[in-house]
């Protein structure tokens, strides 16, 4: 019975793989029906498989293994086999995207209702869980870096999927780029890796480097670093996380899924599982938690500054990250992981919610244009609460403060008070921004016609997904908390209690004071505010933070536009010309062979016998 | 050795013989299309399963023919790809307006040549079955004798066969000359200048059938011209049986490894790689790029007939399998669209121009089948590729390495050339859809596709397969 469960696995990701081929071949006869049909019910099927394979997991009925499913080809020291680990980490992973991967995927059924191209949606979307799922239940590097480029690509082809407008169009490429930037510096890790180990198996890789490595080895803390690069553009980190604000030009759920709950996530999932090699490199585990604690402090204030509904919720979710980016630097993986799940239901619900208040205002995202939607859109409004105080970590009552609450107190625990203070900071700021956006979309007057006349989302498509998202939001999410001890070394808080409570208090206070400051400024206090940001060191810090610092600018200065005039200057130069000879020489070597091509059977003929004739004056000299 | 083993191992042999009979003898007494073709599909099918039921624990042999694992393997191929066209032919051939049944009894006939070429292990067995593979090919290729371009191409290939094979006998008497036997035993007990310069001719008679340069030029016309399930028995089982009966020769005749000849071949094989993709660059025929890619394939094959080891034996094998599936399917789409034959068929790459828009089955499997013949990873022809490349980066040929990756990267041009056009928007011949056929059809051209696609993710049984038989 056990084994059989367990062999069930590899539906997980074959189901969504059938889905996007049936949806990609259906050439649109599904229709818009069939098509959600499809796009949906393979998740979903693929969520029931996670929970049959949960529950035995969690009865004791099956330990964490290794599924070895065949081995593709074996040469020498390569055999790249294509195996599962299915462990507390891999699940809980699992868990996230199949189930809060369904919820989105049913939600998208009214989201998209009557847009264009909904097959085309629903095929990228299954394909990014497909692809999600490899990198996270791959054994090896080589598949799971399979499942990072393919989520790249879903990621790409879905910000760009409103494609005629080229704002789009530009936007996808930008993230594709960037994240790319990260994804070399991965691929180089993965090679220093196999040239140093021979293996790519990956608790193979970790045995042989804590053998081979000693802590603080030169090379260890390279690789770690290289592993690093690919973490923080995949999860829109410091420095490579410009492009995740722009990335919301895709579907709403969309951003749900792959840029909240899931896919930038990744980087956290990447270094948690690599955790082995990290401890090894000291100074690099340090780097990630100042990374974090930097981009959770920037974000926050980038958050604080923006007008766009979805930008705020980007800028959070960078926020976030970078808290799990803190546990995981200072060595509290678990936590890191607790904050990813819960995490990913509070973003996911508040993009969904987004996405319904988008929807119902005619695709009005501007916040100063909406306003006084809490008596028209209700369920919106309770999902934006809920979700909102999860964000806030709202003491007691929601997800969020449990996971942040021991992120924080690891933090201590692990004496680095300097990040302590920034999760503290961050959290006030949480508390402003959420209050800002809450109160800027529900209350007040409304700003436009759009917001004036906004019609309620009907159906259980609607409902039930934000519903369900917003009871995991809760405390009830919180006592999912996944059991990790057995895949992650005990953290630095495991033993030690002096300070946690007062942690705990301190904690709690900041976020209420976020939140009441919050309520204060926004709900009373709105003109004097705007006359704030419209003038003097105001108007500085407005523009300042309401482009994020202003990285983009910097880059455009510094990276593209170099690299461009490098280009442009390039373009005509001798080496290309010479590269561009080979094809020349092919033409020219193809245009020549061809006239021995000439349908005429006497020129065969004696081509023939004159070939003959060579061969054999050749053997003959030989 | 009179054992009954030999004659259970002449079975399939005998049943292709029997369902060629029986076709012939329906003609005489009524012809009728469907059940000449029924026939022909049971015969073959009966023919696979008998000889896959057919282990082969020793290799059993008579004195013109020897059944081993070599022999097995290909007879394998042999009957399944007959078995694939037979099928393809029935659609095809409704639309034509001419005798139909005739042209099942001719594809019996190959296939039954080339269950005799692949089993030889004598000169005269060996020209035997090469002629009676070839005959029935001159027929079908010229089937459609009204059109000019089939008339053309069965008689271009009958003439310059004709050539060939007096190459290839003029090649056996100085064998004969030299050595006194016609068994590959036999000539394999002496060497000398009348040897070499026999092996030599035997060689051009051989590598004109392969299409080798600077033999190939009438590859692209002939594939062109004949009805497209005749080029495609063409392009499979005529090229498979020689291959193997050369791989034979090259394995248990000395002569055949001589150093010269060894390297003789090497520069061919080179040429032949080089030549046949560039051949192949701007080509708007389908067909016709089809031709020259075959070409080019049997330039990566040959790395393997020089090298002869071994594992030459399983890497050939590999790749013979992967390049027959492959091509398979790409035939396949073409007969589906050129269904049923009445006018021109599809073979002009404007054809294809925004298939998937139409057929995307159809396209998929078309663009799997060109990805594979390219050799991109996760499909069959990868495989063959990699197994080709460590051949030879383990017999450190390094000329042939370089020529093998130049060719690639030459023919990944025109491989995606005929991919673009099948994604285009613009729809350019609605009316080649190539509706109307059985579902059977599509589905054997699917299966086969999802057959290149499994063999590239999961090579591992069929390698196993190939390692374990007997040779």
Redesign the interface.
Known sequence: MMEMTVSLLPLTFLLPLAGTLLLAFSAGRLGERGAVWIGTGSVGLAALVTALVGADFALGNAGPQTLTLYTWIAVGEFAPSIGLRLDALSLTMLSVITGVGFLIHWFAGWYMRGEEGITRFYAYMNLFVFSMILLVLGDNLLLLFLGWEGVGLCSYLLIGYYYQNAANGAAAMKAFIVTRIGDVFLAVGLFLLFTQFGTLDIAELVTRATQAWSAGEPLAQLAALLILGGALGKSAQLPLHTWLADAMAGPTPVSALIHAATMVTAGVYLIARMHGIFELAPAVLYLVGMIGAVTLLMAGFAALAQTDIKRVLAYSTMSQIGYMFLALGVGAYSAGVFHLVTHAFFKALLFLAAGAVIVCCRHEQDIRRLGGLRRRLPLAYLSFVVGGAALAALPLVTAGFYSKDEILWQALAAEQQGLLIAGLLGSLLTGLYTLRLIVGIFHGEPKSKAAENAQPGRGPQHSVPLLVLAVLSTLLGAWLRPDLSAVFPAAPGADAHAGHTAVQLIASATAIIGILLGAWLFLTQGPKLARLAAEGAGAFFWRWWHRAFGFDGLYDRVLVRPFLGLVQSLRRDWLDAFCGLAGQLALVLHAGLSRSQNGQLRHYAIATVVGATLMVVILARA | MPAPLPLLSLGPFALVCAAAVTVLLGIAWQRMHTVSALVTIVGLLGALVLQLALQTPDSAETPLLVFDGLSHFAALMVLGSSLVVALLSHTYLRGYTGPREEFYLLLLCAAAGALILVASQHLASLFFGLELLSMPLYGMLAYRFQSSHSLEAG??YL??SA??SA?LLFGMALLYAQTGALDFTGLASEMG?WA??G???M??GLG?KLSIV??H??T??VYQGGPVPATMLLASISKLAVFVVLLRLVLEVPTFRD???S??LAGLAILTMI?GN??A??QSDLKRLLGYSSIAHFGYLLVALVIGSRFAVETAGVYLITYLVATLTAFGVVTLLSSPCRTEEASNLEHYRGL??RR??LA?ALTVAMLSLAGIPFTAGF?GK?YIL?LAVDAQRWWLVAAVIAGSA?GL?YYLRVMVALFLREAADASRAGRGGHWLNDTIVLVLALLVIVLG????PA?DWLAGLNY
């Open positions: 008689l271009k003439i310059l050539a060939g190459f200048p070499l310069a092996t030599g001719l060689l051009v004109f600077p033999f030029l009438w692209p016309d150093e010269a000849l390297a003789l030549v560039l051949l660059l701007r998937f828009w995307p089955w998929a495989i990699f460590a030459i041009y993710v999961w090579p591992a390698v």
